[in-house]
């Protein structure tokens, strides 16, 4: 659904990736908070090789990286209309995101 909808979406009005883009890198800097629990519940290390490599990638520069990024997404000229277009991508991810995760743990009783 959610796939359909921003393709949907972007048809239109393409900068709606922006959006999604923007919500994917940004949880790639939480990667690394997830990256000592993660292992620890893997029964793993945190090196490579060791079913985590996906936290791992880029940590030495994803500061400064996630930096560039919001910087040039911050600075491009978008009018109201694109800019609403690329809140609405990240919403719909951010939406999509959260019934992956709830779907994962069942709800409290």
Known sequence: MW?????ERAEVRPEAW???L???EGSR???MALLRP????LGTHPRPGHGVDYHLDGVADRVPR???FKATVNALPLTPEQHQSVVWG???TFRMLHEVYAGLIPAPA
């Open 3 to 7: 796939l359909a909808a921003v393709r």
């Open 18 to 20: 922006l959006g999604v």
């Open 22 to 24: 923007y919500v994917f």
């Open 29 to 31: 800097m939480g990667s």
């Open 38 to 41: 993660v292992a620890r519940a």
């Open 66 to 68: 996630w930096q560039r």
């Open 90 to 92: 990240a919403t719909a």
